[in-house]
């Protein structure tokens, strides 16, 4: 009798799933007063709610991966999410939440398509160990000619130990750095500024290391205010220094 009745708990716990309901009254199962189509759309919300739980933490798992520029495992999490919420949407029948869903699929399936080429550019560019020399009076050397191709959509923070940008000049220096970094990098949110140590090195979290003998403040002050270099800093001479741009997978490799 004891294993009868643990049959019919699980049972009923199986049956409501279903959309029935036991009577303890009678110990028998009877179909709740649900028509088909009732049971079928149970049935339905259930699968959608199912498919939504586990895209909602697969999704979770890949922005983390993505904030911390794992872009292989994070295009998978997305991947994976994009299918539970597809599957979530087939089985919804709320317009409202099927149309919410289509418009997360897009975004996501947006974010997966930069993660693949993130990753994809940094196994290439990963190779590159790039060291620049400037001789002293030289130009063509400004933030953008030199850095630009190391800022890519996936960078969100750049760290810059500098202890040399006290003066006017410096400051201004560093202001248009930071404004080459927000006009080439759309998803940047933080720039931090470190001056107690000197080793005058440009940290992004993309993972690219500059390394900068005299930090931002290489160039020559111009001549006039009225000369050739005053705001177009391809034109302005340099100090003499030496610059070097590496990937940090190179470090690891090597």
Same mark, same amino acid.
């Given at each position: 009798?004891? !294993? ?15 959309? #029935? ?11 709740? @007063?649900?028509?088909?189509? !009732? ?11 199912? @498919? ?61 398509? /930069?993660?693949?080429?993130? @990753?994809?550019?940094?196994k290439e560019l990963s190779k590159i160990h790039k060291q620049i020399h400037i001789k002293d009076n030289e130009t063509g050397n400004s933030y953008e ?13 750049? !760290? /810059? ?10 400051? #201004? ?24 140590? @000197? ?21 020559k002050r111009p001549s006039g205010n009225f000369s050739i270099g005053f705001t177009d800093f391809d034109l302005r001479p340099c100090h003499e220094t ?11 490799s090597t």
């Open positions: 009798m004891q !294993e009868d009745g643990r049959i019919i708990q699980h049972q009923e716990a199986e049956d409501k799933v279903l959309g #029935y309901l036991y009577n303890p009254h009678s110990d028998k199962l009877k179909l709740a @007063s649900f028509s088909v189509n !009732e049971r079928a759309d149970t049935k339905s919300k259930m699968v959608s709610v199912g @498919s939504e739980n586990a895209a909602i933490q697969v999704l979770t798992r890949a922005i983390q991966l993505d904030s911390e520029n794992k872009y292989s495992e994070a295009v998978t999490c997305y991947e994976q999410g994009i299918r539970l919420l597809l599957e979530s949407l087939k089985a919804s029948n709320d317009e409202d939440k099927k149309k919410h869903f289509r418009k997360k699929i897009d975004e996501y399936l947006s974010r997966a398509e /930069i993660m693949k080429k993130a @990753s994809l550019q940094e000619t030199l850095f630009s191709f190391v800022i890519s959509e996936t960078l969100t923070s750049v !760290e /810059i130990e500098d202890a040399y940008i006290r003066s006017i000049h410096q400051i #201004y220096n560093f202001l248009r750095f930071c404004e080459l970094l927000v006009k080439k990098a759309p998803c940047l949110r933080n720039i931090i500024l470190n001056t107690t140590y @000197s080793p005058e090195n440009l940290g992004l979290n993309n993972g690219w290391i500059i390394k900068i003998g005299r930090g931002l403040d290489y160039f030496t610059i070097d741009i590496f990937h940090r997978n190179s470090v690891k």
